[in-house]
């Protein structure tokens, strides 16, 4: 089955999880972090728009909930609690730097293809329409990681802890349909949760080295400083 | 028959090209607040630089009398390959994509040997710049086509064309990258804002007027009209192979006139999006160039692994 098979839905479901791996990817190669957390609250609507895209189409109702909660908490009150936090702390202007921009995004791609590589096994054998995007739904969440192991911003970490957390939801929607509303709430109410306790982490970090950069806390004294 | 479609529509590519400039030139006025001018301004200029006697400077070899007209020459050819009004022109057929890339190419490189031929330092580091950008810009255009060709299973414009016209209106992610990508490129190689100012000659940031600022007279207006077709070349390129809608598919009056009516609306849309990026974004940094097309690059790789990942056809065991 090819993409011209498919009614414009499933289409569209395909297009936004195309977007949703360029959202990595700029989420991979921005400095600054008040546009980092910006691209991050793009990548959750664009989430609920294809939660919203695959609950018309496979009929899921309760889909629906998810996506609404989705948009709300990822798209919106995440992303303002971190924007809120990046200004308390007076980052805001502050560019996080990024060691070997070009490296990084050629790992990024190595990346994607090595998700695409990983997930053909399960594609080959389901018949279901949208888990082509599973392939992707890996790339956010391994892109994720990458986020996280090539910043020194704390606050860089926690959105790519959190762009994990969307990668592992968007697998959910596209291979068994979104998982029991029980796990979904549980799951979305940890995020939050996460987030709120991220904020006082900031502070206790900000407290004892005098920066949010993690570097730092590999240094032992602070004789030599 | 055939050919004389192609010819006569060639000819009007290159007779419409400075209208597009003025068209550009219009809406960025009533943007910053400013009386525009004539929509016609372009020819104006053009004839003007044509009656101008042109000065040749002591130091010029051959290269720098011929490159203007290998520059109109090439660019002229490239614009016989692209359909811009209907789709099958025996032209189209003989040459692809990497045909017209390579035009580019020709055209780009005697501009270049033509800013370093007179030896004169702005001609050098205008050639140099020109080049650095060329040489980022180049892949990331290919790899826009090849993406497009994945689909298409062809480099070739009019059958690619008559491919996404056959196929209807399809959400293709692939698509959106490409296109994406091709515009990046196509903002960089016609030397627009935020990588190259067209309306500026000030030293230190400009590429394309520093190669050709020794340039007068009849050669100049050579040279600015074949920057003018090469603009609506990208134009036509973008909105005809993404949006091929209402392109005529065969020689009747109606279907051209359909067809003439739609380039220009669509040119007209692409050229006031077009002005309306150049308002928002500042010019950058020559050294910032080379992440922003790396960007484009990145585009079109997306493009070319999400035909694979997202749209291929599958097997089913």
């Given at each position: 089955m090819s993409i011209t098979d498919?009614?414009?839905?499933?289409?569209?479901?395909?297009?936004?999880?195309?977007?949703?791996?360029?959202?990595?990817?700029?989420?991979?190669?921005q400095s600054r972090l008040v546009r980092l957390v910006f691209i991050f609250a793009v990548q959750g609507a664009l989430l609920a728009g294809a939660t919203a895209m695959a609950a018309g189409v496979l009929d899921y109702p309760h889909l629906y909930i998810s996506a609404g909660l989705s948009l709300l908490l990822k798209g919106i009150i995440i992303?303002?609690?971190?924007?809120?936090?990046?200004?308390?702390?007076?980052?805001?202007?502050?560019?996080?730097?990024?060691?070997?921009?070009?490296?990084?995004?050629?790992?990024?791609?190595?990346?994607?293809?090595?998700?695409?590589?990983?997930?053909?096994?399960?594609?080959?054998?389901?018949?279901?329409?949208?888990?082509?995007?599973?392939?992707?739904?890996?790339?956010?969440?391994?892109?994720?990681?990458?986020?996280?192991?090539?910043?020194?911003?704390?606050?860089?970490?926690?959105?790519?802890?959190?762009?994990?957390?969307?990668?592992?939801?968007?697998?959910a929607v596209v291979s068994t349909y979104g998982m029991p509303m029980v796990v979904e709430l549980g799951v979305a109410f940890d995020v939050l949760v996460a987030a709120v306790v991220f904020g006082v982490f900031f502070f206790q970090i900000r407290a004892s080295i005098d920066s949010l950069n993690v570097d730092r806390l590999s240094k032992l004294s602070e004789a030599e400083q | 028959?055939?050919?004389?479609?192609?010819?006569?529509?060639?000819?009007?590519?290159?007779?419409?090209?400075?209208?597009?400039?003025?068209?550009?030139?219009?809406?960025?006025?009533?943007?910053?607040?400013?009386?525009?001018?004539?929509?016609?301004q372009p020819y104006?200029?053009?004839?003007?630089?044509?009656?101008?006697?042109?000065?040749?400077?002591?130091?010029?070899?051959?290269?720098?009398?011929?490159?203007?007209?290998?520059v109109f020459a090439a660019t002229v050819a490239a614009a016989g390959f692209v359909p811009l009004v209907a789709v099958d022109l025996p032209t189209a057929r003989i040459a692809d994509v990497i045909v017209l890339v390579g035009f580019f190419a020709l055209a780009r490189t005697f501009l270049v040997l033509a800013g370093m031929d007179i030896g004169t330092a702005f001609g050098g580091m205008g050639s140099s710049r020109e080049m650095t950008i060329a040489s980022l810009a180049e892949p990331a255009m290919l790899m826009a086509v090849f993406t497009l060709a994945m689909s298409a299973h062809t480099t070739n414009l009019s059958q690619a064309m008559n491919y996404v016209?056959?196929?209807?209106?399809?959400?293709?992610?692939?698509?959106?990258?490409?296109?994406?990508?091709?515009?990046?490129?196509?903002?960089?190689e016609t030397g627009r804002i935020p990588v190259d100012n067209p309306a500026t000659h000030l030293e230190l940031t400009m590429i394309h007027e520093a190669m050709i600022l020794e340039y007068s007279g009849r050669w100049l207006a050579l040279i600015e009209w074949a920057s003018q077709i090469k603009l609506m070349l990208y134009g036509v390129l973008i909105a005809n192979i993404f949006f091929p809608w209402g392109i005529a598919r065969d020689f009747s009056p109606e279907a051209l006139g359909l067809g003439v009516?739609?380039?220009?609306?669509?040119?007209?849309?692409?050229?006031?999006?077009?002005?309306?990026s150049e308002a928002v974004f500042a010019k950058m940094r020559i050294f910032r160039v080379q992440e922003y097309l790396s960007f484009a690059y990145l585009l079109s790789v997306l493009g070319l692994l999400s035909h694979i990942i997202l749209e291929a056809a599958r097997v089913h065991h």
């Open positions: 498919l009614d414009l839905y499933s289409q569209a479901i395909l297009l936004l999880a195309g977007l949703i791996a360029l959202t990595s990817f700029l989420m991979l190669g992303p303002l609690l971190l924007h809120r936090l990046i200004h308390r702390m007076g980052l805001h202007r502050e560019m996080d730097t990024i060691d070997h921009p070009a490296r990084l995004m050629m790992g990024g791609t190595a990346l994607v293809v090595f998700s695409y590589y990983v997930s053909l096994p399960i594609v080959q054998h389901s018949t279901l329409v949208t888990l082509n995007a599973i392939a992707v739904s890996l790339a956010v969440v391994l892109l994720g990681m990458l986020l996280m192991i090539s910043r020194r911003q704390a606050v860089a970490h926690v959105v790519g802890f959190m762009s994990i957390e969307n990668g592992l939801f968007f697998a | 028959m055939d050919w004389i479609m192609a010819i006569l529509e060639d000819l009007l590519f290159i007779a419409a090209a400075p209208l597009l400039a003025g068209w550009i030139k219009r809406v960025k006025c009533r943007l910053q607040n400013r009386k525009p001018p004539s929509l016609l104006r200029d053009l004839l003007k630089l044509y009656r101008k006697q042109p000065i040749l400077p002591h130091p010029a070899s051959w290269i720098f009398r011929a490159a203007p007209y290998v016209l056959d196929t209807g209106l399809v959400l293709r992610p692939s698509f959106v990258f490409a296109l994406g990508g091709l515009m990046l490129v196509a903002i960089a009516g739609m380039i220009v609306l669509k040119l007209g849309l692409l050229a006031i999006l077009l002005v309306l």
